[in-house]
Each structure stands twice: as structure tokens, then as C-alpha cells.
T-cell receptor, first 114, second 112 residues
Framework: AQTVTQSQPEMSVQEAETVTLSCTYD???????LFWYKQPPSRQMILVIR??????QNATENRFSVNFQKAAKSFSLKISDSQLGDAAMYFC???????????FGAGTRLTVKP | NAGVTQTPKFRILKIGQSMTLQCTQD?????MYWYRQDPGMGLKLIYY???????DKGEVPNGYNVSRSTTEDFPLRLELAAPSQTSVYFC???????????FGNGTRLTVT
């Protein structure tokens, strides 16, 4: 079964600075999808960004971008110009294209310091 | 358009009791999922469904049952509740296998 590993339980960043959250995954598949979700204290899960494994170009959504390294099975999230509202738990997720389930990492708690 | 609706928001159960967590979505999504999130942890997949009448086990299915009689509803049944089932439960849905998931607001369950 696929596993998702987030090696940073906690990270902090100064407001307006840039931070990178790490994610690695283990799979034998060639076709899959990767996601970053944000969970603020409200507990709501919010999609941040998504990457298709067949695309070489890294996904970008405003201040959020990813560094997708397929061979290394790495999928890091970069947050630029960090804002206080970015403080949350961030989860990396792997979605198989063949067996329909979706697996999450343990999460990284991001603190943004004013 | 309500999205994914979970009820109840909170529940306290005694050991051995049973209950059903309700989940309904109004987006006509085929794929639906149940996750549990233990304190400080990520989400663990309990069960999922790719359409009405079809369900499959995830990582941690023991102690739970599901059914999918309609596209909209995907209830999760807990039989003989145990303290290990104390968690926050999330229901989610997606349109296709590669669509992002839409999550409900979660149900906080405590078993004492």
C-alpha cells in the first residue's frame, strides 16, 4: 500500500517570508495524483494545490507552489510571502489512479510569526 | 448547494453502544470516503465507495460498517463502540477518481 511521509511535525516562518514543507511518498505506480490540504483550527479541510504525476510542470496557485520530483518521490510545498492566515496543519495526500483510495501524511503544523 | 454535510457534530458514547454517523452530499459525486483523524495525526481511511452499491475497505475498517444505497448518502456505522474509536471523523466526496475531495466539517466522537 502507498504511504505518505511528512518528516516535519512542526514548522515556523516569519510573516512575509518563504517556507517549504516536505512530503515523500512510496509507490510502485506511475499514474497518480498528489495534493496539499490545509486544516485551520476550524477543522475544515481545504485544498491548497494539486499535481498530476504525468505532468512535469510544477503546479502553482498564487503564493503556493510545489516542487514535484517524481523519481525521488518527493512533493514539497512552498509558501511565499507567508501570511498570518496561512497558519494551519498542512497535509500531503496521495491519490491512486487504480485503486481509488486516497492516503494522507501525518501533517505539518505551520506557525506564522508576526 | 450545501456540499458535504455530516451529522452529528459531536457525540459521546458509552463503551458497547452503537451509532451511525450520517454523511450526505448534494454535488452528485460518485466517490465518497470516511476518514478518522486521531489527535495530532493525519487522516486514516476507513471505508470508501465509488458509487451506489459499491463499498471497499480502507486502512482501518475494523469496528465499522458502511452502506451506499444512494449516490447522496454514505453512513458510517459503529458497532460496539470502544475507547480506541475516540476520534474526529471526516466524510469526503469527489466527482471522479482524480478530483480533489470535498470534506464535511467532521464529527467529534468520544467513547468512554
Amino acid at each position: 500500500a502507498q504511504t505518505v511521509t511528512q518528516s516535519q511535525p512542526e514548522m515556523s516562518v516569519q510573516e512575509a517570508e518563504t517556507v517549504t514543507l516536505s512530503c515523500t511518498y512510496d509507490t510502485s505506480e506511475s499514474d497518480y495524483y498528489l495534493f496539499w490540504y490545509k486544516q485551520p483550527p476550524s477543522r475544515q479541510m481545504i485544498l491548497v494545490i494539486r499535481q498530476e504525476a504525468y505532468k512535469q510542470q510544477n503546479a502553482t496557485e498564487n503564493r503556493f507552489s510545489v516542487n514535484f520530483q517524481k523519481a525521488a518521490k518527493s512533493f514539497s510545498l512552498k509558501i511565499s510571502d507567508s501570511q498570518l492566515g496561512d497558519a494551519a496543519m498542512y497535509f500531503c495526500a496521495y491519490r491512486s489512479a487504480t485503486n481509488n483510495d486516497m492516503r494522507f501524511g501525518a501533517g505539518t503544523r505551520l506557525t506564522v510569526k508576526p | 448547494n450545501a456540499g458535504v454535510t455530516q451529522t452529528p457534530k459531536f457525540r459521546i458514547l458509552k463503551i458497547g453502544q452503537s451509532m451511525t454517523l450520517q454523511c450526505t452530499q448534494d454535488m452528485n459525486h460518485n466517490y465518497m470516503y470516511w476518514y478518522r483523524q486521531d489527535p495530532g495525526m493525519g487522516l486514516k481511511l476507513i471505508y470508501y465507495s465509488v458509487g451506489a452499491g459499491i463499498t471497499d475497505k480502507g486502512e482501518v475498517p475494523n469496528g465499522y460498517n458502511v452502506s451506499r444505497s444512494t449516490t447522496e448518502d454514505f453512513p458510517l456505522r459503529l458497532e460496539l463502540a470502544a475507547p480506541s474509536q475516540t476520534s474526529v471523523y471526516f466524510c469526503a466526496s469527489g466527482y471522479t477518481y482524480n478530483s480533489p475531495l470535498h470534506f464535511g466539517n467532521g464529527t467529534r466522537l468520544t467513547v468512554t
